[in-house]
């Protein structure tokens, strides 16, 4: 009876706490909505300058989120550019071909990896800039390249441990069958075991995109301003969507100001949703084929 | 009846325990010859042995010697000059649980031939349907070649399995449990099938079932522990009431 009791508890427990998850979803969004909703105009986007002008001709935008938009997309290129294929790289490396001792110290690095806060690696990065300038690049200053480098240190224990994960829990028959039909052991890594786990494999590279989307910690001291404009190269400052975030809440003079926040917050939203969104499309596409 | 495979003191085992202890037979070509024994005696470890896929499970050593007629030489299976993925591919296998690669039907078959033959891509195509028709499947699929293999049922993946095997024509099939997991309707169609193929090919079928090696097998061999290994003769097999005799006698 008590067992009976206990196992309804757990049941409602259960329950309740899966539908938890949407609902705190739904309020952190309708207060998004509520609060950025009145701000989200194309004033938002490209403030006095013609958005014509910026979208097509790369007219300056001051008052905008655009620059801060165009900075966090080209950030998010630049780590999912490194950070991907160094991350799946690893975790075949650990599922694969890693053994005995070694495979512990590299799943023991990753995991150390993992634990370091992101302010910790900004710091490394505004660490790694002055030693730069005292030795092989007096030039070198915190931009937009640190910035990527430093979150792709950041996402990549996310990538290595999906990957690794992923591959590990497939079936042994699947890596026999491979065998059987006369492919390499690479052959059936390649073809088999990461067609097989890729939605696995998708989804550390969700987590690592949404991570380096939002991250602020980290940009703050590696190269983002509050007002670069369009970054004109790698070595550039550049401006951000989470720190425009953050530089406006903390800063802000008017209402006006701090809605302006809300609406950027919601933006970032999108942003990172509809990225998510993608990788999932492509995920379907790729499973079929 | 010619020679197709000689295994001499072979011996096999994972991680120090072993599994298959200094046994020695010779299979003839055609067949089909069956492998009967209770679970655990080895039967799936030597089945494997022979196209060195134990190899890919962790821990696994081998000692002794498997030689196999392929076209009309003898190649020897563990020599250091043959190579594993040819060897893999003239000694083709089918598993117990249909393992259908998660990929289209049609690229199920074309995958191999592609990547491990390097075949272009119509040739590959033109193999996969003859392969397809070979195990009757292709009518049954032919409108939904790019639909993901595993929306096949479960007899219709084993036999597309068995199609991506003989596409790469093989010499020697090596058959684990191939209908262990199939209803009666389903196994009956791969038993159809092994009946079929035995003229073009060495087969050699690990089963359970003694009632389906009383009816298709050419010749029979009992596995004992990984150690004996007993040929029951063709009339013991064939009278029901003889062969469960024998088989309680000898396991």
């Known amino acids: 009876m008590a067992e009976r009791r206990l196992e309804n508890i757990a049941v409602v427990f259960a329950w309740l706490s899966a539908l938890l998850v949407p609902a705190l979803l739904a309020v952190v969004t309708g207060f998004l909505l509520l609060r950025g909703w009145p701000s989200l105009k194309v004033a938002l986007w490209f403030g006095d300058t013609p958005p014509l002008a910026a979208l097509l001709y790369g007219a300056p935008v001051f008052d905008g989120i655009w620059p801060a938009c165009q900075g966090t997309l080209y950030l998010i290129a630049l780590v999912a550019l490194m950070a991907i294929p160094l991350g799946v790289a690893s975790g075949i490396f650990l599922a694969e071909y890693a053994s005995g001792r070694s495979k512990r110290l590299f799943s023991f690095c990753v995991e150390l990896l993992a634990g370091i806060p992101s302010i910790l690696m900004g710091l490394f990065g505004f660490a790694l800039i002055l030693f730069l300038r005292r030795t092989l690049a007096p030039e070198a200053n915190t931009c937009l390249l640190l910035s990527a480098f430093c979150l792709m240190l950041l996402v990549l224990p996310y990538l290595i441990s999906s990957t690794r994960l992923a591959i590990e829990s497939l079936p042994d028959a699947l890596r026999l069958t491979g065998a059987s039909l006369g492919l390499s052991h690479w052959q059936v890594i390649r073809r088999i075991l990461l067609a097989a786990s890729a939605p696995g494999i998708f989804s550390g590279v969700i987590l690592a995109i949404g991570r380096a989307a939002e991250d602020t910690a980290v940009i703050l001291m590696t190269g983002v301003v509050a007002n670069a404009g369009t970054p004109g190269s790698l070595s550039a400052k550049y401006e951000a969507l989470p720190f425009h975030i953050y530089y406006l809440a903390a800063e802000y003079q008017s209402p006006a100001e701090l809605a302006q926040a809300f609406a950027s917050a919601l933006v970032l939203l999108c942003l990172t949703g509809l990225l998510l969104l993608a990788a999932r499309r492509l995920q379907a596409r790729l499973e079929i084929k | ?251």
């Open chain 2, 1 to 251: 009846m010619k020679a197709a495979i000689r295994v001499d003191k072979l011996s096999v085992s994972f991680t120090g325990k072993p599994v298959i202890r200094s046994l020695s037979l010779e299979i003839a070509s055609g067949g089909p010859t069956f492998l009967v024994g209770r679970s655990g005696s080895g039967k799936t470890t030597l089945l494997r042995a022979l196209n060195r896929l134990n190899e890919c499970l962790p821990g696994c050593a081998t000692g002794g010697q498997v030689e196999l007629r392929l076209g009309e030489q003898w190649v020897d299976a563990y020599a250091a000059t043959t190579s594993i993925e040819n060897l893999r591919r003239r000694v083709g296998m089918l598993f117990q649980s249909p393992n259908v690669l998660p990929l289209s039907i049609l690229r199920n078959i074309e995958m191999p031939l592609k990547v491990a033959l390097s075949l272009p891509a119509d040739e590959a195509e033109a193999r996969a349907e003859q392969a397809l028709r070979e195990v009757h499947l292709w009518e049954e699929v032919k409108d939904r070649l790019s639909q993901a293999a595993s929306t096949l049922s479960g007899g219709q993946q084993q036999r597309l399995c068995l199609a991506r095997t003989l596409a790469l024509r093989p010499e020697i099939l090596l058959l684990d449990e191939p209908t262990a997991s199939l209803d009666f309707k389903a196994a009956q169609r791969i038993e159809d099938l092994l009946v079929e193929l035995k003229s073009r090919y060495t087969l050699l079928v690990v089963s359970h079932s003694l009632g389906q090696a009383r009816r298709i097998a050419e010749s029979l061999f009992v596995l004992h522990d990984g150690e004996r290994i007993e040929a029951l003769s063709r009339d013991v097999f064939q009278d029901r009431d003889a062969l469960f005799s024998v088989m309680d006698e000898l396991i």
